[in-house]
């Protein structure tokens, strides 16, 4: 028992008293008790006790049989969810993930033991303290992620331990202990086992983790070549441009590394000081409005914007490397993999946009920027432009003041352009579909076909945007296609 004391929410405390009043033991577990030794705000808190699931039914009036053959009951409190866990016991694991049997036990080191890792295998209650038989507290002390007992064994049960050893590296800014990273690199095939789903959220996780740059250690171990193959292919690819000073897949790790340093609470290796001061405060604010939905979905973005080089590399008499229509190639490769890891098709779809046009050039007035939000869409604007920022700082730093320059010129104009309330969208026109046909259009393709001509007029003329002008300027147009 460790002297360790910490707070729990008055709910848990609730939980652990009814079920120690009524003869059983109980502690909180895992996770929350990691994070609340790191200072850390638990995202949920789990119980384990020596109850059986009836027993703990019996003791609590709203209660969900959540996964009841394994031994876990949701309490509910307060329009709280809270999983309480019978001390158990894994059977054999078959498939790599899941035991073919489960044995509940009255020992809570048994419980323990069949955990993942030393720092998430730690118990608490406010009688007895902390119950740490592994040195999980040590390792947290250290900074180190290592499986409790043997790692082999434990990945040999769940061959997703190896992606998650690496996620909480990422998350924690912790070094995964060297026989855990030796087991997890004689066992990656297992990954092939591993639900893409389940992939997916590990791999998000990390891709907006403190330190995302450990993605470099799922690569090094050979994970991304099960679950990524693409990764490894741009990791070795040279760019052979004086704009690039690294592979593609370095290039767009960095990027990802410094989109997680503009949200905050950034804990890599990479270098933030070489970013002007305005670029970061401009960076930070479009930052600021965004989800953290949407920063995953940039995360994603940066990691894949740039697939479409290998395929589209050319050498020029020179020996430089250029990639006309990259964008598009990147675009592609990018919406098979995002579909192969079911992502949803939100995200899909605002990745693929983001990564088609990460390389639109705004122009410099505000005739221009108008027709780029009309394309590229209003909604999307404060995330290009991160990508942007994330793309060119990632690139030769002795090339990028002038693409800056220019970056920053553009948010300015996109800024004007939104407070001009300038018509962007058919929806922000002053007449409708039904305006259209009034002027003896029949309904189909043709009206839309008009109203998206009126849209062009008046991004050229933002002040036209009133009902009679574009009467009349409909009028106009109709006629002339009528003479035609």
Same mark, same amino acid.
């Given at each position: ?8 929410? $008055? ?9 120690? $009043? ?18 850390? &705000? ?9 109850? $059986? ?40 694991? &078959?498939?790599?993930?899941?035991? /073919? ?8 080191? !048994? ?23 592994? %040195? ?23 061959? !997703? ?13 912790? /070094? ?6 030796? =087991?997890?690199?004689?066992?990656? =095939?297992?990954? @092939?086992?591993? #639900? =893409? ?25 050979? *994970? ?27 290039? /767009?790790?960095? #990027?990802? &590394? ?5 949200? +905050? ?15 970061? &405060? ?6 600021? +409005? ?6 995953? *979905? ?10 479409? @080089? ?14 006309? +229509?990259?964008?598009?190639? /990147? ?24 990564? %088609? ?17 009309? $394309?590229? +869409? ?5 995330? !290009? ?9 990632? %690139? ?19 800024? %004007?352009?939104?407070? #001009? ?64």
């Amino acid at each position: 028992m460790k002297s360790i004391q910490m707070e729990l929410p $008055k709910d848990v405390a609730d939980i652990i008293h009814t079920l120690e $009043k009524a003869g059983y033991e109980a502690y909180a577990v895992g996770g929350c008790v990691r994070d609340r030794i790191l200072g850390r &705000e638990p995202q949920d808190w789990d119980i384990t006790t020596s109850a $059986k699931p009836e027993q703990i039914k019996r003791l609590f009036p709203k209660t969900i049989d959540t996964g009841i053959q394994h031994g876990t009951v949701t309490v509910l409190r307060n329009r709280m969810g809270y999983e309480v866990t019978t001390y158990r016991i894994d059977g054999e694991y &078959e498939d790599n993930r899941h035991p /073919s049997s489960v044995e509940f036990t009255d020992n809570l080191a !048994l419980d323990l033991e069949r955990r993942d890792f030393t720092m998430n295998a730690m118990a608490y209650n406010d009688g007895r303290g902390l119950v740490d038989e592994f %040195q999980g507290l040590e390792d947290l002390e250290a900074g180190v992620i290592r499986c409790v007992g043997n790692p082999g064994d434990r990945f040999d049960e769940d061959a !997703l331990r190896m992606l998650r050893a690496v996620r909480f590296s990422g998350q924690l800014c912790f /070094s995964v202990e060297e026989n855990t990273r030796r =087991a997890a690199e004689e066992r990656v =095939a297992h990954l @092939k086992q591993i #639900s =893409a789903e389940r992939i997916r959220v590990e791999l998000t996780k990390l891709l907006v983790a403190r330190d995302a740059g450990r993605i470099r250690d799922a690569y090094r171990m050979g *994970m991304t070549k099960v679950f990524l193959p693409e990764l490894d292919d741009m990791m070795d690819w040279e760019q052979r441009n004086p704009h690039h000073i690294y592979t593609v897949g370095e290039h /767009s790790i960095r #990027s990802v &590394e410094i989109m997680n340093f503009f949200f +905050g609470d950034y804990g890599g290796t990479w270098d933030a000081g070489a970013i002007p001061a305005h670029v970061r &405060e401009n960076a930070e604010e479009l930052a600021a +409005g965004l989800t953290e939905k949407q920063h995953m *979905m940039l995360c994603v973005a940066m990691l894949f914007h740039d697939l479409g @080089k290998l395929e589209t590399m050319t050498i020029d008499e020179e020996g430089i490397g250029h990639f006309y +229509g990259h964008q598009e190639a /990147s675009r592609k490769k990018a919406s098979k993999i995002l579909r192969r890891l079911t992502f949803d098709n939100e995200t899909i779809d605002t990745v693929k946009r983001l990564i %088609q046009f990460h390389d639109y050039q705004f122009g410099e007035r505000e005739k221009s920027m108008r027709k780029a939000v009309a $394309k590229i +869409g209003r909604d999307l604007m404060p995330m !290009l432009f991160l990508v942007r920022y994330c793309d060119i700082l990632a %690139q030769n730093p002795k090339m990028a003041g002038e693409k800056i320059d220019c970056l920053n010129r553009g948010i300015l104009l996109w800024r %004007q352009v939104e407070a #001009s309330g300038a018509a962007l969208t058919l929806k922000e026109l002053d007449i409708s579909g039904r305006d259209v046909m009034a002027l003896g259009v029949a309904p189909g393709p043709e009206v839309g076909a008009y109203l998206h001509r009126v849209l062009e007029w008046v991004l050229e003329h933002p002040d036209g945007n009133r009902r009679e002008k574009l009467l009349d300027y409909l009028r106009h147009e109709i006629e002339k296609r009528r003479k035609v």
